[in-house]
């Protein structure tokens, strides 16, 4: 006879596993012997068909379908809570101090407007709101909430799709009547370019051809640490830009800016909001996360 497991609690388990590095570590966490630490993640690997963990006798370490897997039981935990939350707090007035942190521009993906909309329903909650284009290490900074973009590296964080954009090559019509309009990425180090000095990588572009990603290397004509001033000047036909799409679809949309080299645009970038796993969320997070997503 198939024997029925607890899969909610198994994978609170393996998360905890993950988080520890070690079964050990998480059998004294959770109270429980090392046997069933262990048969609970057996438990999960045999129900999804998959081997979701490494384990030597001296080292563990996720397994790519692992990575798959844990990004989704943090979810469905995640989601599991903050129901509990809802029924818990339902007609409690919300209220507390929330620090949370962005990449600069991040304003326009629309998350502060939604963080307004939040505001006037819950008066009572405060927000502090850092933005960096830094990373930020949330439990030691004291940080309740991030928005992260691209890959996610730290698995203890608990990541929730929030949206997505794409990065455009942008000029102005001027610009390419006067100096043509590049066919090819590796052309553009021939053109005038505007780089946003905030980026990671700013005189590395990147673009997709042949569903492979590259980059190109381009030097500042203008260089601004503000993505909205480097689309302005691109808008003024000062020269060739890439930027995200929520930063120049205006200028797009009234003629200013050009989209071109859209054969080589990379795939869609997703966004995150984050925070840590092992945290107690506040009544106060947890509506914000819930009014968010």
Not at 33 to 47: G, N, P, Y
Not at 69 to 88: G, K, M, P, T, V
Not at 90 to 101: F, P, Q, S, Y
């Amino acid at each position: 006879m198939k024997r029925n497991i607890d899969l909610i609690t198994a994978m609170r388990t393996f998360l905890v596993v993950v988080e520890r590095h070690s079964f050990s570590a998480a059998s004294r966490e959770l109270n429980i012997v090392v046997s069933a630490v262990s048969r609970q993640v057996a438990d999960l690997e045999k129900h999804f068909n998959c081997q979701l963990l490494y384990r030597t006798t001296r080292a563990m370490h996720l397994t790519s379908e692992g990575e798959h897997y844990l990004r989704q039981f943090q979810e469905i935990i995640a989601r599991l809570d903050n129901l509990e939350s809802f029924s818990r707090h339902r007609g409690e007035v919300i209220a507390g101090h929330l620090k949370i942190t962005t990449p600069q521009d991040s304003a326009l993906i629309g998350i502060q407007a939604s963080i307004e909309e939040f505001l006037k329903l819950h008066p009572r909650v405060k927000i502090s709101w850092l933005q960096l284009n830094s990373y930020v290490d949330l439990v030691n900074e004291g940080v309740d909430l991030a928005v992260r973009v691209g890959k996610l590296e730290d698995s203890t964080l608990v990541a929730r799709a929030f949206a997505e954009f794409t990065l455009k090559f942008i000029a102005g019509t001027e610009y390419l009547k006067l100096y043509g309009c590049p066919t090819h990425p590796s052309q553009l180090e021939k053109h005038r370019c505007i780089l946003d000095s905030s980026s990671r990588q700013p005189g590395r572009w990147q673009y997709c051809e042949s569903n492979k990603e590259h980059q190109v290397r381009v030097s500042a004509d203008i260089e601004v640490n503000n993505g909205e001033m480097v689309a302005q000047f691109a808008a003024a036909n000062q020269g060739i830009a890439q930027l995200p799409d929520f930063l120049v679809q205006d200028h797009i949309d009234n003629g200013k800016l050009v989209s071109i080299l859209e054969e080589f645009a990379m795939p869609p970038i997703p966004v995150y909001l984050v925070y840590p796993a092992k945290r107690m969320k506040s009544p106060a997070l947890e509506a914000l996360l819930e009014f968010l997503l």
